[in-house]
C-alpha cells in the first residue's frame, strides 16, 4: 500500500471527535495542532460549559522529558491556545506527544479532558508511505523501489532477530523514515537538540530514522543499516526495563552481527588499533562508546568481532544465554561469568589471542607462499634454461 501524506496530515495528526464530554456540563467542541517543525506548536480548543471556564492549562508530555504546564490564553469567550516554542522547548522528532487541558471553573471546580495525542514528524518533506505490517516505511526522494528494498532488508533483519531470540511474529508496529542525504537528517536532528550519525534506532518508540544517499553504496548501506538498527528495537522489546543492563558493547555487537553485509574496514581498524595505541577494553564499553569518532568506531569493530569470535566459540546458544543474564539485571562483567563461565578478561585476552594471531598465521602463510612460488619459479627457470642449454649442444655436436 503506498500513498501520499499531505501537508495537512501532517499538521493535524491529532484525532479526537469533533464533540467530547469532559464533564461538570463542559463539552469539548473542537481541538487540534498545528506546527512548523522546528518552530512553533499551536494548540487550540474550543469549549462549551454550563458555568464558566476560567482557566485552562496545558498539559504536554513527550518521551524523555519532563512534563511541560502552560497556561493558555483565551482568545474568545469559550476558545483558547497556546503557543509552544519549539526551538525553545524542543520535542524529540519522530516521537508520539501526548497532551490534556486542566480546566478551572469560576465555581472553583476541576475538569480533566481527554488526553489527546500526535505523531511528532518533520513536516517539511512531503512524506510517503508503503505498509507492510508491522513496518511502517515513509520516504520522500526517490521511486517506491528504494521503500521495498528498506522493506526487504527490515524483514530479513526481523526475521534473524526473531530467530536468535526465539520470539514468535513480531506484531507491534516499526517505523522507518528514510532522509536523502546525512545532511538533511542531521539538520532535523540540530532542530531538535540530537546528533544521530547515519542511523539510529529508539526502541521505546519503535522507531529508526536512516540517511540513504543515493549510489551505488545504497544497497549495500541498506543491508547494514536496517537490519542493525532492527536488532536494537527488538531486544529492547524482549528484555523490556532490564535492557538498560545490556551492555553497550553486547547491544552494537549483536545488532552488527545482524547486517547482512558489515562494514569492510573493521578488520583493518583493528590491526592499526593492535598495532599502535591498542585495544579499548570491553570493561570501558560497558555504558556507553567514546564520543570521539575515531574511538567510536573502534569500539563498533572491537564489538563486532568479539561477538562473531563468541558464536564462533560458544554458539548461538552462548549469545542466548548472555542475553538472558543481563535479562536477569547483572552487572557488564557478572553477565559474561553468568553465561560463558569465564571473566570478562579472560574473554577478553581469548579473543585477541584468536583474531591477531589468526591474523598473523595467514600473513605468514602468505608470505611463505610467496617465497615458495618464488623459488618455484626460479627453478622453473633454471630447469627451463638448462633443457634449452643441452638443446643447443645436441644441435652443434649434429652439425659436427
Not at 538533511?184 to 521505546?204: F, K, N, Y
Not at 553486547?250 to 545482524?258: D, F, K, L
Amino acid at each position: 500500500m503506498k500513498k501520499t501524506l499531505t501537508l495537512l496530515i501532517l499538521l493535524l495528526i491529532t484525532i479526537a471527535p469533533l464533540s467530547v464530554k469532559a464533564g461538570a456540563g463542559v463539552e469539548v467542541l473542537d481541538e487540534g495542532i498545528e506546527y512548523t517543525f522546528g518552530g512553533k506548536l499551536v494548540f487550540r480548543i474550543k469549549l462549551e460549559s454550563e458555568v464558566p471556564v476560567s482557566q485552562i492549562t496545558l498539559v504536554l508530555k513527550a518521551p524523555g522529558l519532563s512534563t511541560f504546564v502552560g497556561e493558555a490564553l483565551f482568545i474568545s469567550p469559550g476558545q483558547a491556545q497556546f503557543v509552544y516554542d519549539l526551538a525553545q522547548r524542543p520535542l524529540p522528532a519522530f516521537s508520539n506527544i501526548t497532551y490534556s487541558y486542566h480546566l478551572t471553573l469560576e465555581d472553583g471546580e476541576s475538569v480533566e479532558t481527554p488526553v489527546y495525542s500526535f505523531t511528532y514528524l518533520d513536516n517539511r518533506y512531503n512524506w510517503q508511505e508503503i505498509i507492510e505490517e508491522p513496518f511502517n516505511i515513509y520516504w520522500y526522494e526517490g521511486e517506491i523501489s528504494l521503500a521495498q528494498k528498506v522493506l526487504d532488508a527490515a524483514v530479513e533483519g526481523l526475521d534473524q532477530v526473531l530467530e536468535l531470540l526465539q520470539q514468535p511474529e513480531e506484531t507491534q508496529p516499526i517505523v522507518i523514515f528514510i532522509y536523502s542525504s546525512e545532511e538533511e537528517l542531521q539538520s532535523t536532528l540540530t532542530s531538535v537538540g540530537q546528533t544521530w550519525v547515519g542511523g539510529h534506532a529508539d526502541p521505546g518508540l519503535g522507531s529508526i530514522v536512516v540517511s540513504l544517499p543515493s549510489g551505488v553504496d545504497q544497497s549495500l548501506e541498506i543491508q547494514r543499516l536496517i537490519p542493525h538498527e532492527i536488532a536494537h528495537i527488538l531486544l529492547y522489546r524482549f528484555m523490556g526495563n532490564e535492557y538498560q543492563y545490556l551492555p553497550v558493547w553486547v547491544s552494537e555487537g549483536i545488532a552488527s552481527q545482524m547486517e547482512v553485509f558489515s562494514r569492510p574496514d573493521y578488520d583493518l581498524i583493528l590491526e592499526k588499533a593492535e598495532g599502535e595505541r591498542g585495544l579499548i577494553p570491553f570493561a570501558h564499553l560497558c555504558i556507553a562508546f567514546p564520543a570521539d569518532s575515531d574511538l567510536a568506531l573502534l569500539s563498533y569493530a572491537q564489538s563486532d568481532s568479539l561477538l562473531d569470535y563468541i558464536q564462533r566459540e560458544y554458539g548461538v546458544t552462548g549469545i542466548r544465554a548472555m542475553i538472558h543474564a543481563y535479562d536477569q539485571g547483572v552487572s557488564c562483567e557478572r553477565g559474561v561469568e553468568v553465561a560463558l563461565g569465564t571473566t570478562l578478561q579472560g574473554l577478553e585476552k581469548d579473543w585477541k589471542q584468536d583474531v591477531f594471531s589468526r591474523g598473523k598465521y595467514l600473513t605468514y602463510i602468505f608470505i611463505l607462499s610467496g617465497i615458495l612460488l618464488i623459488l618455484l619459479i626460479f627453478l622453473g627457470v633454471f630447469i627451463f634454461s638448462k633443457y634449452q642449454g643441452g638443446q643447443i649442444e645436441q644441435g652443434w655436436d649434429n652439425n659436427e
